[in-house]
C-alpha cells in the first residue's frame, strides 16, 4: 500500500485528552459566570446563507468568510455556466449558482438572524450565551486560526447602559477566576463617529475605522499613509493623529477628548457612556482606548476588547454595542450589546503562563489493577459501586505486570491505584495508593467505598 500523507487542512488542529480538559476548564468557567448573571444557552448552526453574513463584517472581514460550494457542480451540462461562474467569485463577486452558503464567521450575526425569526417568542430584554466553533479565512499564525471557538453573552431588548457596566464586570470576573491580568478597553463608536464628522463628515467613518483597527499592526506613520489613499486630508490626518495620540490615565484622556471632540454632539453622548460605564463598574483595570476602533461595521455605541498584560498576544475578547442589527434582517429597533472571548487565545495564554491547576487533568479517579479472574472480578463489582456514587473508575483491561499497570495509572494523570489480590479476596481488604503523595494504606472494601 502507498505511504497517505495525512496532515490537517492550515489553521485547524486536533485535541486530545489533556487539551480538551483545558479547554473544557475554561469554557466552565465562562459558561458559570454567564449563568451567573442570568444568560441562557442557545445553539446556531456551523453554516449559515451567504447573504446572512456577506456585507455586515466590513470590506475587510467578508474576504475572510469561508463560502461553501453547492452541489451538482460536476453535471456536464452545467461546465461552461460553472466555469463563467467561478470567474466571478474569483474577481470577488458572489453566484448564487457556485454558492449560497457559507461557515459561519462569527456567533453575533447568526444571533441577529435569529433573534429576527424569533422576536415574537422571546422574552425581552432577551439574554443569551453561545459557546461555538467559528471560521475564518484567515492567514494561521500565533493565537490566530481558522477554526477557533468562541464564547458570547449578547443582550437584546433594551438600551440601558447597566448591561455594558454588566459585560464588563463579567469579564474582569472570568479573567480573575482564570487568572489572567488584563487591560479591559473601552471606547464609543459614537467618538469614533464625532472624529469622522470633523474630519469631512459620517460618510468617512469607514475609512477611518479601518485605518485606526490597524493602528497595533503598522504604526501610526502607515496608518496615515493609509487614510491619505483613502482620500482624507492633510488638515483631517492631522485631528487623527492628535486623537490617536491622547495618552494618560482615564481622567487625563476624557479631559483632553473633550478638547477635541467636546463640542460635537456624538462626541459629547460617546463621552458621557464612557463615564457612565466606567463610573459604575468600578473596575480598576478599565482603561479608556480611543484607538480602539473594532472594524465591524454594526457597532454603534460602546465597544470592548480585552488583552493579557503580560503575553505577547492580541486581543482575547471584544465587543460592544449594535443598536440595529436585527433591522439588517427586517427587524428594526431591536437594541443590543455583547462581547466574545476567544478561547483559543485563552489557552494560549494559559498554557505560557502555567495557569491551569493541577488537578484540571483527572479524569478517572481510580484505576483497579487486573491480578487475575478472580480479583478483577471483584475489582469490576466495587468500581460499579464506585461508579454508581458518580467515582470515575477504570479496571485494567488484562491481567500484566504492575509495572504497565502503574505506568497506565501515570500516564492518564489517575491520582489513586487500587490493589486486590488472592490475600486481599481473602480478608476482605484492599491495598489503596495515592499516587500523587505516594501515600499506600489497607482498608476493608466496605471502607473503600466511603472513602470516595
Not at 30 to 58: C, R, S
Not at 176 to 192: F, P, T, Y
Request: hydrophobic letters at 40%; aromatic letters at 8%.
Amino acid at each position: 500500500m502507498a505511504k497517505v500523507n495525512v496532515s490537517l487542512p492550515q489553521g485547524t488542529r486536533d485535541f486530545g485528552a489533556d487539551v480538551v480538559r483545558k479547554r473544557n476548564y475554561i469554557f466552565n468557567t465562562i459558561k458559570t459566570v454567564f449563568e451567573l448573571y442570568g444568560f441562557e444557552p442557545l445553539e446556531t448552526p456551523a453554516m449559515e446563507n451567504l447573504d446572512t453574513l456577506m456585507g455586515k463584517y466590513g470590506e475587510e472581514g467578508d474576504k475572510l468568510i469561508f463560502k461553501i460550494l453547492n452541489n451538482g457542480l460536476d453535471n456536464p451540462a452545467k461546465h461552461q455556466l460553472v466555469k463563467d461562474e467561478f470567474e466571478k467569485v474569483v474577481a470577488g463577486k458572489n453566484s448564487s449558482a457556485i454558492t449560497e452558503r457559507a461557515l459561519k464567521y462569527d456567533l453575533t450575526i447568526p444571533f441577529a438572524r435569529y433573534v429576527a425569526m424569533n422576536h415574537n417568542q422571546l422574552t425581552m430584554p432577551f439574554k443569551r450565551y453561545q459557546v461555538q466553533p467559528v471560521w475564518r479565512a484567515d492567514r494561521p499564525q500565533k493565537g490566530r486560526y481558522r477554526e477557533f471557538y468562541q464564547c458570547d453573552a449578547d443582550v437584546v431588548g433594551s438600551n440601558a447602559l447597566l448591561n455594558e457596566v454588566e459585560l464588563a464586570t463579567m469579564y474582569a470576573t472570568v479573567f480573575q477566576q482564570l487568572g489572567i491580568e488584563v487591560d479591559i478597553k473601552i471606547n464609543s463608536r459614537k467618538i469614533l463617529a464625532a472624529l469622522a464628522e470633523i474630519c469631512g463628515g459620517s460618510e468617512k467613518m469607514v475609512d477611518i475605522t479601518v485605518a485606526i483597527d490597524k493602528l497595533d499592526k503598522i504604526g501610526i506613520e502607515k496608518v496615515k499613509e493609509e487614510l491619505v489613499q483613502r482620500g482624507l486630508t492633510a488638515d483631517q490626518i492631522i485631528i487623527i493623529e492628535k486623537y490617536l495620540l491622547i495618552t494618560g490615565s482615564n481622567e487625563e484622556k476624557i479631559s483632553a477628548i473633550k478638547q477635541l471632540l467636546g463640542e460635537n454632539e456624538n462626541g459629547k453622548k460617546g463621552i458621557e457612556e464612557l463615564e457612565t460605564v466606567h463610573l459604575q463598574s468600578q473596575i480598576s483595570n478599565l482603561q479608556f482606548d480611543f484607538t480602539l476602533a473594532r472594524g465591524l461595521n454594526y457597532y454603534t455605541g460602546i465597544i470592548f476588547e480585552v488583552k493579557a498584560t503580560n503575553v505577547q498576544m492580541g486581543s482575547i475578547g471584544g465587543g460592544g454595542r449594535y443598536d440595529d442589527l436585527t433591522g439588517l434582517f427586517g427587524v428594526p429597533n431591536i437594541p443590543g450589546v455583547g462581547i466574545s472571548f476567544g478561547v483559543d487565545r485563552i489557552y494560549d495564554v494559559m498554557e505560557e503562563l502555567n495557569l491551569f491547576p493541577a488537578d484540571v487533568h483527572t479524569g478517572t479517579k481510580v484505576l483497579f489493577f487486573n491480578l487475575g479472574e478472580a480479583e478483577s472480578k471483584k475489582a469490576f463489582e466495587l468500581m460499579q459501586q464506585l461508579r454508581s456514587k458518580n467515582v470515575a473508575c477504570e479496571l485494567y483491561h488484562e491481567n500484566s505486570k504492575f509495572d504497565k499497570q502503574f505506568k497506565y495509572a501515570e500516564k492518564k494523570h489517575i491520582p489513586f491505584i487500587v490493589i486486590i489480590g488472592t490475600k486481599e479476596l481473602e480478608t476482605g481488604t484492599c491495598n489503596v495508593k495515592n499516587i500523587v503523595t505516594g501515600l499506600q494504606e489497607t482498608i476493608s472494601m466496605d471502607a473503600l467505598l466511603q472513602k470516595f
